[in-house]
C-alpha cells in the first residue's frame, strides 16, 4: 500500500515543481474549447495541473482499495486453511481411535484361540 502513495507524492513534487517554474504564468488565464459548451476563459493550466493531481488521487485510492481487497481475501484463504487443517486434525484422531479398536479387537480374538492342548477360552 505504500508504494501507491509514494507514486501519488511523487507526482505531487513533480506538479509543484513545475508550478513552481512556471509561477508568472500559472493563474494566466486561457481558453478551453469545451465542445458544445463553448469556449471558457480561465486558468487552464492550474486546471491542468489539479486535474493530474486527482487522477493521481484516485490512482492512489484505487491502489489502496486493491491492497485492502486482497488482504481480505488472503485473510480468508487464511481461515478456510485453518477450518481444513483442524478437520484432518479430527479425522486423524478418529482414524486413530479406529486403529486402537481394531487393535484391541485383534488382540482379544488371538487371546481367545485355543493355544495347543488347551480348551478353546470363550
Given at each position: 500500500m505504500r508504494g501507491q502513495w509514494v507514486i501519488f507524492w511523487i507526482l505531487v513534487v513533480?506538479?509543484?515543481t513545475f508550478a513552481a517554474a512556471n509561477w508568472a504564468t500559472l493563474l494566466r488565464p486561457?481558453?478551453?474549447d469545451l465542445f458544445f459548451w463553448?469556449?471558457?476563459v480561465f486558468p487552464t493550466r492550474l486546471v491542468g495541473l489539479l486535474a493530474i493531481?486527482?487522477?493521481?488521487a484516485i490512482f492512489a485510492l484505487v491502489a489502496?482499495?486493491?491492497v485492502n481487497q486482497a488482504k481480505a481475501e488472503a485473510a480468508r484463504y487464511l481461515r478456510h486453511l485453518e477450518e481444513l487443517r483442524s478437520a484432518l486434525e479430527r479425522q486423524e484422531q478418529r482414524t486413530q481411535q479406529l486403529l486402537e479398536r481394531l487393535d484391541n479387537l485383534a488382540t482379544g480374538l488371538t487371546s481367545a484361540l485355543p493355544v495347543r492342548g488347551e480348551e478353546p477360552r470363550l
Open positions: 513533480l506538479v509543484a486561457g481558453t478551453a463553448g469556449d471558457y493531481l486527482a487522477v493521481g489502496s482499495w486493491q
